[in-house]
């Protein structure tokens, strides 16, 4: 008798969290991209990113443990790591001995709200002689790997099923979208979410999980800033083996809903400009508006097949969302049409036209959240 190779098919035990594997390309200025299993549904990713990185918000500064008048001239190499510091000033209000001392760069406020250094641990000596004077400057430590902002670690992201970009919004993009939704990530870390946490208190919240059983492909491709030492990408995902499905004159049937996320960019005169190109085949569950700077536009107004269904300054807008929980301050403009998480509220329209009211010209980025049935 001939004994089978194909694999016992797992049980359901609840959702399971693996380590991410088999993650390459990662490197300063490179693509990292990995291979997914397509043999589960996912909820979610979560990614860490850390390396040096000195030098992204500024030049470093270099600081002497105990302060005198002697000053420092610190060189970032072109790949975040001190390169060199040298004597900018000699004079020193210390006796003769030797000195130590950090180099730190300038204060950064990640999207997170977290203010932190995005290259850390560099670290010098330098002598004083007997008349007061610095002789010499010696380099110690060039900076040690810690956690890097996502929206400066990524310059792009992609979730490819089969071939077919599904996301392809900015790091920036997913962790504003987030916060939106009243999730802070950790320093470093960029969360993809499938199953939306926040819609943990309401019916078929799964809903939304990457059923990726029978499908072909799915890869994750992320471009790496240069300017980064050992750059380094690790992540775990949430998973099981269950499917999307419901039940149908009492046949269970399979689905897909795939919340796929794509970012549109439109130059906004000063005045009054419609936004007609957004698209609209499948039922639009969020929009996100983003400018080169928040408040040149003021009002906002939404049109479905000729119908105004939303109109308001940014600060009307922002009250109403916050009494549903929503922080909206971390995004230009939101416009949430499912507010109370039901994923039924999503917008369906043929003719869809966003009219803004701009004070001066801008450059808007809107994010479009769209409730898909496939992978394509």
Same mark, same amino acid.
């Given at each position: 008798?001939?004994?089978?190779?194909?694999?016992?098919?797992?049980?359901?035990?609840?959702?399971?969290?693996?380590?991410i594997t088999g993650i390459q390309g990662v490197s300063s200025g490179g693509?990292?991209?990995?291979?997914?299993?397509?043999?589960?549904?996912?909820?979610?990713?979560?990614?860490?990113?850390?390396?040096?990185?000195?030098?992204?918000?500024?030049?470093?500064?270099?600081?002497?443990?105990?302060?005198?008048?002697?000053?420092?001239?610190?060189?970032?190499?072109?790949?975040?790591?001190?390169?060199?510091?040298?004597?900018?000033?000699?004079?020193?209000?210390?006796?003769?001995?030797?000195?130590?001392?950090?180099?730190?760069?300038?204060?950064?406020?990640?999207?997170?709200?977290?203010?932190?250094?995005?290259?850390?641990?560099?670290?010098?000596s330098y002598v004083v002689n007997g008349a007061n004077t610095v002789t010499?400057?010696?380099?110690?430590?060039?900076?040690?790997?810690?956690?890097?902002?996502?929206?400066?670690?990524?310059?792009?992201?992609?979730?490819?099923?089969?071939?077919?970009?599904?996301?392809?919004?900015?790091?920036?993009?997913?962790?504003?979208?987030?916060?939106?939704?009243?999730?802070?990530?950790?320093?470093?870390?960029?969360?993809?979410?499938?199953?939306?946490?926040?819609?943990?208190?309401?019916?078929?919240?799964?809903?939304?999980?990457?059923? #990726?059983?029978?499908?072909?492909?799915? $890869?994750?491709? /992320?471009?790496?800033? +240069? =300017?980064?030492? &050992?750059? %380094?990408?690790?992540?775990?995902?949430?998973?099981?083996?269950?499917?999307?499905?419901?039940?149908?004159?009492?046949?269970?049937?399979?689905?897909?809903?795939?919340?796929?996320?794509?970012?549109?960019?439109?130059?906004?005169?000063?005045?009054?400009?419609?936004?007609?190109? #957004?698209?609209?085949?499948?039922?639009? $569950?969020?929009? /996100?508006?983003?400018? +080169? =700077?928040?408040? &040149?536009? %003021?009002?906002?107004?939404?049109?479905?097949?000729?119908?105004?269904?939303?109109?308001?300054?940014?600060?009307?807008?922002?009250?109403?969302?916050?009494?549903?929980?929503?922080?909206?301050?971390?995004?230009?403009?939101?416009?949430?049409?499912?507010?109370?998480?039901?994923?039924?509220?999503?917008?369906?329209?043929?003719?869809?036209?966003?009219?803004?009211?701009?004070?001066?010209?801008?450059?808007?980025?809107?994010?479009?959240?769209?409730?898909?049935?496939?992978?394509?």
């Open positions: 008798m001939a004994t089978s190779t194909t694999p016992p098919q797992p049980k359901n035990f609840g959702a399971s969290t693996n380590l693509q990292a991209s990995i291979n997914m299993n397509c043999g589960q549904r996912i909820h979610s990713e979560t990614f860490q990113c850390s390396g040096i990185a000195y030098g992204k918000n500024g030049t470093p500064v270099a600081t002497p443990l105990v302060a005198g008048t002697e000053t420092f001239t610190v060189v970032v190499s072109a790949n975040g790591q001190i390169a060199s510091i040298a004597i900018n000033n000699a004079a020193s209000a210390k006796g003769a001995g030797t000195y130590t001392g950090s180099i730190l760069d300038p204060l950064y406020t990640a999207l997170n709200g977290s203010s932190m250094r995005i290259g850390t641990g560099a670290t010098f010499s400057v010696t380099l110690t430590g060039a900076g040690v790997v810690s956690a890097i902002p996502p929206e400066v670690f990524f310059t792009s992201q992609k979730h490819i099923v089969n071939g077919a970009v599904i996301r392809d919004i900015g790091a920036n993009r997913t962790i504003q979208i987030a916060m939106c939704n009243n999730y802070t990530p950790a320093d470093g870390e960029l969360p993809v979410f499938f199953t939306e946490p926040w819609r943990k208190i309401v019916d078929h919240d799964q809903a939304t999980a990457w059923d #990726l059983i029978g499908q072909s492909t799915y $890869q994750i491709i /992320f471009g790496i800033a +240069t =300017g980064i030492t &050992s750059p %380094t990408l690790a992540g775990v995902y949430c998973f099981d083996y269950l499917r999307n499905s419901r039940m149908v004159g009492g046949e269970e049937v399979l689905f897909l809903r795939p919340i796929k996320q794509h970012e549109f960019s439109y130059n906004v005169p000063a005045g009054i400009f419609n936004v007609t190109s #957004l698209p609209v085949d499948y039922p639009i $569950q969020r929009m /996100f508006l983003f400018e +080169t =700077g928040q408040g &040149s536009i %003021t009002y906002c107004e939404l049109y479905q097949d000729g119908n105004k269904i939303i109109e308001g300054t940014y600060l009307q807008n922002a009250q109403t969302l916050k009494q549903y929980g929503f922080v909206p301050t971390v995004v230009d403009f939101p416009i949430i049409f499912d507010k109370d998480q039901r994923l039924g509220e999503a917008l369906s329209v043929d003719n869809l036209v966003l009219r803004v009211t701009s004070n001066a010209s801008t450059t808007l980025g809107c994010v479009v959240e769209i409730q898909g049935d496939n992978y394509s």
